[in-house]
């Protein structure tokens, strides 16, 4: 499962970029990883938050933009659905099952968020 989203994790963040710590520092194990989904890692990219709290913080404003999840969107009944025959039902179906997985998403980063404020002062530093 993904530390940020709670998607299914099919890579590895670097809470501490490699780019920002040098080739003489990339070794397996070095406790600074954690699992992830490759939209958030990509979204996540190098950029330095070297911490998870400020990493996870920065990814939820980024994939609020990128899937613009500040905009109310329209919510179709079954009924109305249903007169859309087709296609064009199950493409309306479709996105409000995207938006649904979107928002879940992001609520998951705001419970990882509360969850990592929440942590002893003498794991902040450490806290993988």
Not at 50 to 75: Q, V, W, Y
Request: hydrophobic fraction near 30%; include cysteine.
């Amino acid at each position: 499962m993904c530390f940020y989203c709670g998607g299914l994790a099919t890579s590895v963040d670097h809470v501490i970029p490699h780019s920002t710590r040098g080739w003489s520092r990339r070794l397996e194990g070095s406790g600074d990883t954690v699992p992830c989904c490759h939209e958030c890692n990509r979204l996540i990219a190098d950029d330095w938050p070297g911490d998870p709290l400020r990493r996870t913080e920065c990814l939820l404003t980024r994939f609020t933009a990128k899937h613009n999840l500040t905009s109310p969107t329209i919510e179709w009944s079954e009924e109305e659905l249903e007169e859309l025959h087709g296609n064009l039902a199950r493409r309306f179906r479709a996105l409000q099952q995207q938006w649904a997985l979107r928002q879940s998403r992001r609520g998951h980063m705001r419970l990882r968020i509360v969850q990592l404020r929440r942590l002893p002062a003498d794991l902040e530093g450490n806290p993988l």
